[in-house]
């Protein structure tokens, strides 16, 4: 089976769990024997990329570049050259493209730079919508001397470009949905990127959602027939020994209760703190660690001060790698208040770790965690109340732990990689492929 994939992100450079999901899916397809192109938005920058081989300057369009990544030898990154990234709004979008019109102006010099569109039009588009279509073109050229059999499109930004490739190549359309619109901004929806998301719904031969909590915004808010939508469920990279990590330098006199995720509204982060303000009512040997970044990170951090807690809550912005392990390592409990979750990797990585977690009834991961405490977002007396329980019964602690790390073992990215090779032989078979 040979798949052009369609992609944001990819480790090591992520801000969100959909990277996490391509690394762990392809990774898994790799092992199974099945070919995968990966078509990314953006190279690496060469100096921070140890972790993969350049194959080639480029190919026959000079933003195309080409990479392999040396443990899997079945899959192959093609990275284009466009601003776009993960979890982008199109005001983050304006934001960066002016950032970067600012930096060229102190580089060279030009004091029209800013107001010169076409000095860049090159490089990328003035709106996030054209530069998404524009990308969408790229991905169809570009796949004209790719041999694949099925394409597999990962979330909304990767939609028309999804659309394009399945029209010139007239090869089957599987769109894989990892969060809808209605995740992230809830009822306050972007009409431009839902009119993105229903029409690669529309089109695509085969839906894959992360979970039925995904699977049901997809039938009742997008119209799509359930027929239609299958789901796969995320895995979880297996850490292996990690009790040798290098001591973190932070004492434990204190307990420590971790949030980590985007800092948005869709992961609750106020919630966490309202149970944080009672938990310490209660117990003052407490401390809470917010890990990310997001565009709610500085009204979070004002919201900690305003509620008399501010001492109490550590911001260690984005984290990545050993200092993800070293920050699960710290935690006694994990708590994931989100609003709308399609599933959330981060509490099957927590329970990797031997950290009990807490989690949102409104999460997709919750269908597949028994041995997880659950409540629901908004009900911070039950956060509180449950938080408090972890951390002052140690045989509760305990059970969370041992059991909810032998149900982790049973996720695993091998076996959503089987359910999706399946999906793709459903899907050709009526083409007669």
Known sequence: MRIFMLGWEFPPFISGGLGTAC????????????????????????????????LSPGSHMSQATSYEKEELKNVKFRSLNSILQPYSTPKTYQNQIEEILRQKKILFGDSNIL????????????????????????????????????????DWMTYPA??????????????HVHSTEFDRSGEHVNQEIYDIERLGMERADKIIAVSYFTRNIIISRYGISGDKVEVVYNGVERIGNWSNLTDTGIKKEEKIVLFLGRITMQK???????????????????????????????????????????????????????????????????????VSEPFG??????????VPVIISKQSG?????????????????????????????????????????????????????????????????????
Not at 294 to 321: N, S
Not at 345 to 354: F, G, R, Y
Not at 385 to 403: D, F, G
């Open 23 to 54: 690394y762990g899916l392809t990774k898994a397809m790799d092992q199974l024997g099945m070919k995968v192109t990966f078509v990314l938005p953006k190279a690496v920058d060469s100096k921070y990329t140890t972790h993969v081989k350049l």
């Open 268 to 338: 609750g982060p106020e919630y966490f703190l309202l149970a944080a303000k009672k938990v310490l009512e209660v117990m003052n040997d407490v401390k809470f660690v917010m890990a990310g970044s997001g565009d709610l990170i500085h009204k979070t951090i004002e919201m900690a001060a305003q509620l008399g807690i501010g001492h109490k809550v550590l911001f260690t912005g984005f984290l990545r790698g050993d200092d993800v392990k070293k920050i699960y390592k710290m935690a006694d409990i994990y708590v994931m208040p989100s």
């Open 365 to 433: 991961v919750s269908e597949v965690l028994m041995h997880a405490l659950k409540v629901d977002f908004w009900d911070v007396n039950e956060i509180a109340n449950k938080i408090i329980a972890v951390l002052k019964y140690p045989p509760l602690q305990m059970t969370l732990r041992s059991h909810g790390n032998f149900e982790v073992r049973k996720l695993r990215w091998v076996d959503a990689a089987a359910k999706c090779a399946k999906i793709y032989e459903e899907t050709l078979a009526p083409a007669g492929v």
């Open 345 to 354: 990797i981060a509490p099957l990585e927590a329970l990797d770790h031997d």
């Open 115 to 154: 107001s010169n569109q076409s000095a860049d039009s090159t490089d990328y588009s003035h709106d996030m919508y054209t530069e998404i279509h524009r990308y969408a073109a790229m991905a169809a050229e570009l796949s004209i001397d790719e041999d694949f059999d099925i394409i597999h499109a990962h």
């Open 162 to 175: 999804g659309i394009a490739v399945a029209a010139l190549s007239k090869k089957p359309l599987v769109i």
